[in-house]
């Protein structure tokens, strides 16, 4: 199989002719149509984050599985499947109470610590792999598929954990990143009202064409200040950063509305302050938001199966472009989410 791989840190990855995958017991394989490529993978790629090398990386798949190992039950040759990006072990408390993302056993992620979708096959624990729905096929729109597991699914898991309704105001910071742009969705989804958060005033331009009603330039506003005035005073019932500066955090938090939520999703994921009578006296939340669980990404494919929310895929290019892609995705100038074609 041909597969881009990372053999040392920050550096480029090669494309190299590899032995195909054979599955292990509770092990198996599938062909890869595409693999979303997005600021995770990237932070890996430019030495920003934990990997075992050499590795082959990326999570985001859309594939069809092509062999089975022993002991695998749930699988069958043909089925079309995406992947979990997390390795959990399935016995501890969290993983049997469906809340697999704060695993007791964590074994770290998909194209970190095990070879990843930048291939034309991956082998993974059986469990990993995600049966697609009805209404979705792999091969038809591999790109949009694959990415559903992490840019759609993780802004489901903040509706539910932040409990965003039709009659709340959300403010999304970062809203023209790959996850904030999909956070906007699937807000507009819940029915809430969007306000956008961002510096780049073109990626903020088309928020507003996928539902924000408003939208605030960070580098040329009091962005607390501005939350408050296009609320009336009121304040944002709910603030969703996937920032996490210590600027970010602590404008969330002022433009909070009595009873409103912070959910916080990493990124910069800096020390922030806030006075204690502040949370205490509007009774506001602070919440951290961590992936999701199986369930929540089987519960967002079905979302996208009915038609209710597409992924945003703004460029889907084949392996042998994809150091050139990591580059504009370093350099921010991707909107939504891009794919390599396997």
Not at 126 to 143: K, V, Y
Not at 165 to 172: C, G, I
Not at 177 to 199: E, N, P, Q, S, T
Request: glycine share 10%; with cysteine; proline share 5%.
């Amino acid at each position: 199989m041909r597969a881009l791989v990372m053999r040392q840190p920050a550096s480029a990855m090669s494309l190299e002719t590899l032995p195909d995958p054979e599955p292990g017991p509770g092990e198996a394989v599938a062909r890869v149509f595409a693999c979303g490529a997005g600021l995770t993978v990237q932070h890996v790629r430019a030495g920003r984050g934990a990997v075992t090398l050499p590795r082959i990386l990326g999570h985001e798949i859309a594939g069809e599985i092509v062999a089975v190992g022993p002991a695998v039950d749930d699988l069958s040759v043909g089925d079309e499947v995406t992947a979990y990006f997390y390795l959990t072990c399935g016995k501890c408390r969290w993983c049997i109470s469906g809340r697999e993302s704060l695993c007791s056993n964590f074994a770290g992620f998909v194209g970190r610590h095990v070879d990843g979708g930048y291939a034309e096959l991956i082998k993974l624990p059986a469990r990993n792999f995600l049966r697609l729905p009805p209404g979705l096929r792999a091969r038809e729109h591999p790109a949009e598929i694959g990415v559903i597991t992490d840019a759609l699914a993780t802004p489901y898991k903040v509706l539910r954990r932040a409990r965003i309704s039709p009659v709340d105001t959300v403010a999304v910071f970062g809203a023209g990143g790959g996850l904030g742009v999909h956070m906007v969705l699937m807000a507009r989804f819940a029915r809430a009202r969007v306000i956008a958060v961002d510096i780049n005033a073109d990626k903020l331009a088309r928020c507003r064409q996928l539902g924000a009603a408003e939208t605030v330039d960070a580098s040329r506003h009091d962005v607390a200040g501005a939350l408050r005035e296009l609320t009336g005073g009121k304040g944002i019932d709910v603030a969703v950063d996937f920032v996490s500066s210590r600027a970010t955090q602590e404008a969330a938090i002022a433009a909070l509305a009595t009873g409103g939520r912070l959910i916080v999703l990493g990124g910069a994921a800096q020390p922030f302050s806030v006075p204690a009578s502040e949370i205490m006296t509007k009774e506001l939340e602070v919440l951290g938001s961590r992936y999701v669980t199986r369930q929540e990404v089987l519960d967002t494919l079905a979302i996208v199966a009915r038609g209710d929310v597409w992924p945003v895929v703004t460029e889907i290019v084949p392996m042998d472009e994809a150091e050139a892609l990591h580059q504009r995705i370093e350099r921010g100038e991707i909107f939504g989410r891009a794919a390599l074609r396997m």
